[in-house]
């Protein structure tokens, strides 16, 4: 009881000394300890992975919308090699995916279908490169910011012991607030990876959609001479 009284005729105390006080950022970031050095790197890490891969599925996701009636074009009029340098030229998973369909004419339908789904399965895998990375960084960070504010915790509670009867509130608030530093920390990284990897994942679903799109559109220009018989 006695404790409690001496806490709160500090407060007031405490309050008017860290009113006038500033902390900036980078403050905060210096005050949470040697945890936040593993926590500002790995952010560097995940933002890097998700700029990077945003744009290579930004592009891979960009479909020429004159492509697949080109290469029907050049099918039917026999130009394979046409349809060939086309696909080379274009550059894209979709147009890889045709690529192997055309290197397969000549052979069974099922067959040239599952060379194509092989090459796609392959472009989304290659989509999805360091996606892993950025999962376990996300599901990480948090953890980390626990982890320094509990050996933020422990060391406040232990000056406290060292303080014997001298304890001060703002001893006590100090630690706290220190520890807690880096629980903010994880969690506004985990907070905006699971977002940015969320994001990425939306627009590969779309990149898959895409594909499966060009595979079946591929599968009935094949069919089509079948149909009319040629």
Same mark, same amino acid.
């Given at each position: ?22 902390? !900036? ?41 004159? /492509? ?64 892993? !990375? ?43 607030? !220190? ?36 595979? !079946?559109? /591929? ?12």
């Amino acid at each position: 009881m006695t404790f409690l009284l001496f806490m709160l005729q500090e407060v007031p105390a405490a309050a008017e000394r860290t009113s006038t006080a500033k902390l !900036t950022l980078l403050d905060l970031a210096m005050k949470g300890g040697w945890v936040m050095i593993p926590i500002v790197l790995l952010s560097l890490v995940a933002a890097y992975i998700f700029i990077e891969r945003y744009y290579v599925i930004r592009k891979a996701s960009k479909e020429d919308t004159n /492509f697949m009636n080109r290469i029907k074009d050049y099918i039917h009029d026999g130009k394979l090699e046409a349809a060939l340098a086309l696909c080379r030229s274009t550059d894209t998973p979709s147009a890889r995916m045709v690529e192997k369909g055309i290197s397969r004419l000549g052979r069974p339908l099922q067959d040239i279908s599952t060379a194509i789904e092989n090459v796609g399965k392959l472009e989304i895998a290659k989509l999805e490169k360091s996606f892993p !990375t950025l999962a376990t960084i996300t599901g990480a960070e948090p953890m980390l910011g626990f982890l320094g504010t509990v050996i933020g915790m422990v060391r406040s509670f232990y000056a406290m012991s060292q303080a014997g009867n001298n304890i001060e509130v703002s001893l006590l608030s100090d630690g706290i607030y !220190t520890a807690l530093i880096t629980t903010v920390a994880g969690l506004i990284v985990g907070i905006l990876g699971y977002f940015a990897y969320n994001t990425l994942v939306v627009k590969v679903e779309r990149v898959v959609f895409n594909l499966e799109a060009t595979l !079946t559109e /591929f599968m009935d220009i094949l069919n089509e001479p079948l149909k009319s018989g040629r």
